[in-house]
């Protein structure tokens, strides 16, 4: 632990950044039940690119912080822990596209978006989805 500790106080002082903020419900009141954030370094075009992902938790209260991150362009994404979010990069697109300059932390508040449940109808005259019931895709 204390290894950790030393290498994340290296990483800080050698100049990469960070991100923290709040992680709030669809009211906008922060979000107590537990949220995991994940942010995605964007690919520099035209250079050596080193994939780059970091994880965090958000406390009780609703607060995160994500660091230390190499300066550059992040897509970050929030999954709810508890309740009926949209789990944002997996159906959807990221929740906010923040760019982490060196030595500095990005103050970032995230609002949650509830899911929504809609109905499909299929016209199947030729009763294909009967036919093929409980067989596996492909």
Do not use: M
Not at 77 to 104: H, I, K, M
Not at 120 to 135: A, M, S, T, W, Y
């Amino acid at each position: 632990l204390t290894v950790v500790v030393l290498q994340s106080a290296t990483l800080w002082a050698q100049g990469e950044g960070g991100i923290a903020g709040r992680i709030l419900d669809e009211t906008g009141a922060e979000y107590r039940g537990g949220a995991r954030i994940t942010a995605v370094l964007h690919a520099v075009k035209d250079a050596k690119f080193v994939p780059f992902i970091a994880h965090g938790a958000s406390t009780p209260e609703g607060s995160y912080r994500l660091g230390p991150l190499r300066p550059g362009k992040y897509d970050v994404c929030v999954q709810a822990l508890n309740g009926d979010y949209v789990e944002s990069c997996r159906w959807g697109r990221a929740n906010a596209v923040p760019t982490v300059a060196a030595g500095a932390v990005v103050n970032l508040d995230i609002r949650l978006e509830k899911g929504k449940v809609f109905t499909i109808e299929v016209d199947d005259n030729e009763q294909f989805l009967d036919r093929h019931e409980g067989k596996s895709p492909g």
